[in-house]
């Protein structure tokens, strides 16, 4: 009865905390509904199915964990969106965001230049370690990763991508249709030639935060497109995993088959394979009580506090990869990384006392807001929104460290040019 009781609780209250995220229109509610999807609904089905792997008061424990982080995170966001003066989240509306960005000076054929230029610089060397573009393949990528040198220019490129996420809306709110196709085939076409699914974030992006910035009210229209957008959200994200199976592009376009490739896409996704399926991770680490190396120690946000010093010159202060170390306590190879949810990452990095770190994400999700909604320049706030908003869905998967890394680098640049044509356009 608890378990079927807790269950069901979790599923409602990160519910309304995505309802009142998507009103707020804050980008924090792409980190809580890729948690809704990732844990959400998937442990609610567990709650009354069971867990084959797992007793029930593995799942009961589960469930007051993120019941008891949510009310924490949803009692201090609450205090903190007033104080931050609910009524600024207006300019996230539509209509006002077109207004004002059709009548600033922004150079989007630069951006659209710089964006071009970096995915060219992100395809260029990989295709030519791989021997040709038709070549490319996802082991070949792990490869060609390894070679790289601890600090290089991929790293920086990546995370430029990822600061011009946001090109395509700027691109549509300024009525550029041609413009806003081609940024979002260029971000497609480096997806399906990297093979890394978190590249396609920003296409996702920037249609759904579309419709967040145009929806007035929530009714049941609203709540038929978001449940379309999950489902075909997860079908594409467990495609491109059955795509990177393949082998290179060569051999996908000789041995692709649509109903052979839609039957391995079910099939994952009915036997919770990949992403619908990490939360059991998190179980693990509950079920042995996270007695493991490394666990306990609040590596992840110590790690997150020293962001901009290299872990290898930190003098041992810095922490390792706290990934690796949940990965590790799992049995994978040394170097393997797993991500069991941002409620997992925060049992593993704290137990009991995790459900207290629901207080510092709503003041993460506040500062982030606070700084978006300070912007006078509403492009390069759309830039910043939908860089948030990539960051947060990879943080909400579980890869804490990763999706802040995004996100504060990123943040410097884009106020470093927000910057710069300010000071362009008075000179």
């Given amino acids: 009865m608890w378990l079927y009781l807790l269950g069901f609780l979790q599923f409602i209250v990160i519910a309304f905390i995505c309802y009142y995220e998507f009103k707020l229109k804050s980008p924090i ?25 797992y007793p029930d008061i593995v799942l009961l424990k589960a469930s007051l964990f993120v019941l008891f982080f949510c009310i924490l995170y949803i009692f201090m966001r609450f205090i903190l969106v007033k104080l931050i003066h609910e009524n600024r989240y207006n300019i996230l509306k539509f209509n006002t965001l077109q207004e004002k960005c059709i009548n600033e000076s922004f150079n989007l054929n630069f951006y659209l230049i710089l964006l071009f230029t970096v995915i060219v610089f992100k395809i260029y060397p990989f295709a030519k370690y791989s021997g040709g573009l038709l070549a490319t393949s996802w082991g070949a990528g ?78 049941f229209r609203t709540i038929i497109f978001v449940l379309i957008s999950m489902v075909t959200v997860i079908y594409v994200v467990y495609g491109l995993r059955v795509f990177r199976h393949y082998g290179s592009l060569y051999e996908f376009i000789q041995n692709f088959e649509f109903n052979d490739f839609l039957n391995k896409v079910n099939i994952y996704i009915t036997t919770d394979n990949g992403e619908l399926g990490l939360r ?28 901009f010093v290299p872990t290898k ?24 990384s797993t991500h069991p949810t941002l ?42 929104y939908s860089l948030f908003a990539v960051g947060n869905v990879i943080i909400g998967r579980g890869s804490v460290y990763n999706g802040f890394v995004y996100i504060a680098y990123g943040t410097i640049i884009i106020l470093v040019l927000d910057h710069l044509s300010c000071v362009k356009l008075k000179n």
């Fill in 29 to 53: 509610v792409f980190l809580w509904a890729t948690l809704f999807v990732m844990f959400g609904i998937m442990h609610l089905i567990a709650s009354f199915n069971g867990d084959i792997s």
């Fill in 142 to 219: 792990r490869e060609y990763a390894s070679t790289l040198s601890y600090f290089n220019m991929n790293q920086v490129l990546t995370i430029i991508y990822y600061c011009l996420s946001g090109l395509a809306i700027c691109s549509f709110l300024r009525n550029k249709k041609i413009s806003t196709i081609l940024i979002l085939s260029l971000f497609t076409i480096t997806v399906i030639i990297s093979r890394n699914r978190i590249e396609i974030l920003p296409v996702f992006i920037s249609l759904l935060s579309v419709f967040i910035f145009k929806c007035k009210k929530i009714n």
């Fill in 280 to 307: 059991r991770v998190f179980y693990y680490f509950i079920y042995n009580n996270n007695n493991f190396d490394n666990f306990g120690k609040a590596h992840s946000y110590i790690r997150m506090m020293l962001v």
């Fill in 313 to 336: 010159w930190s003098f041992g202060i810095k922490p390792p990869d706290f990934a690796q170390s949940m990965g590790a306590a799992i049995g994978m190879e040394q170097g393997g």
């Fill in 343 to 384: 409620f997992g990452d925060c049992y593993a990095n704290l137990g009991w006392f995790g459900i207290l770190l629901g207080v510092f994400w709503a003041f993460y999700a506040s500062i982030f807001d606070y700084i978006l909604l300070k912007r006078k320049r509403k492009n390069y706030l759309v830039l910043l």
